[in-house]
């Protein structure tokens, strides 16, 4: 068994152009007039924050689960700004496009099937630039942020998430904020390592049998989970025959197209002789968070499908799949 897994009259005429041009520069400038200036001794801030150089992710993982989020990073200095207009606010993605992925904040980190959120102290989120902003007095001094990277579509192993400014705050033109990693991360798959099994089910004799719809001993055998990252909250695993299903009640399976025995298959069970549900994800109950290698004890065992039973070899193959949340 294998389990695989984007002249004078010219002069006059420049300097009526100078004249012109000289005053629809002065009502241009009287229009763009500014909406949010800072006080004095105002100025920008720079957050930067410190991801990790490797972040493991599960594969399949649900999108929108936040996989890391940062300590709390406090803005301090004076930051004091004032808007004295209606203005458009909100923060500037710089590193992919400007569309939030959905209403609670995620902009996306360029094609890579990961966004980021800021979350304010209060637990909201910092919008995605452009949102109505309101007249008033402003400081930043004294608050505080946190950066979160979720899942929002598949995501490669190495994909790299780049150091640098990743997003600005806007308070109409002025930036009062920049924000920035101050070192790449890349992303790894958090998986465990499972070896292919060959279950030796040995020389059994058909005379063990009693009658259709019974069995031979079974055969113990384990699936071993190896070095199993910290991480991961939850292992779900099941079995697909390659062959066919003939009993799904005892989890019987059909021999493959090289056996040359007839009249029987080969039943799956778990550790306690009880039939092992086929094509269903089951949990891994002792599984632990921190990590490590685990095993799934199961057992295989020959199962007589037919009245007439042929001697000969007679071998099944099933497919190990683990689903990692």
């Not at 004032?82 to 360029?110: A, E, R, W, Y």
């Not at 019987?252 to 080969?266: F, I, K, Q």
Request: proline share 5%.
């Amino acid at each position: 068994m294998r389990f695989n897994l984007v002249q004078h009259k010219k002069r006059q005429f420049y300097a009526i152009t100078a004249f012109l041009i000289s005053a629809l520069y002065v009502f241009f400038c009287e229009d763009v007039k500014a909406d949010c200036t800072f006080n004095s001794g105002g100025n920008a801030r720079f957050v930067s924050f410190t991801p990790p150089t490797n972040l493991p992710l599960a594969r399949n993982l649900p999108l929108g689960t936040v996989i890391y989020k940062s300590p709390t990073y406090i803005i301090s200095g004076t930051n004091n700004y004032v808007c004295t207009l209606p203005h458009m606010s909100g923060l500037k993605n710089l590193v992919g496009g400007q569309s939030p992925i959905n209403d609670v904040g995620f902009l996306p980190i360029g094609t890579t099937g990961l966004a980021y959120r800021l979350r304010y102290q209060d637990g909201s989120y910092l919008h995605a630039y452009p949102v109505n902003g309101v007249s008033g007095s402003f400081d930043l001094n004294n608050t505080s942020y946190n950066y979160e990277v979720i899942k929002v579509g598949q995501v490669q192993e190495g994909t790299e998430i780049l150091a640098g400014d990743f997003a600005t705050w806007l308070q109409g033109e002025l930036v009062v904020a920049t924000f920035s990693l101050s070192r790449k991360t890349v992303i790894s798959e958090l998986t465990c390592t499972t070896p292919n099994i060959s279950v030796s089910m040995g020389e059994q004799k058909s005379s063990g049998f009693a009658g259709v719809n019974t069995r031979l001993a079974p055969k113990a055998f384990n699936i071993a989970l190896n070095n199993c990252p910290s991480g991961i909250t939850a292992i779900q695993y099941r079995l697909d025959p390659t062959t066919s299903i003939i009993n799904t009640t005892d989890s019987v399976v059909g021999l493959t197209n090289d056996s040359t025995a007839s009249g029987v298959g080969v039943q799956i069970l778990d550790n306690t002789d009880k039939p092992l549900a086929l094509g269903t994800d089951l949990k891994l109950a002792t599984y632990q968070a921190a990590g490590g290698n685990f095993t799934i004890p199961l057992k295989a065992a020959y199962y007589q499908v037919n009245k007439t039973i042929k001697g000969g070899t007679a071998n099944t193959s099933l497919t190990f799949t683990m689903t990692y949340q």
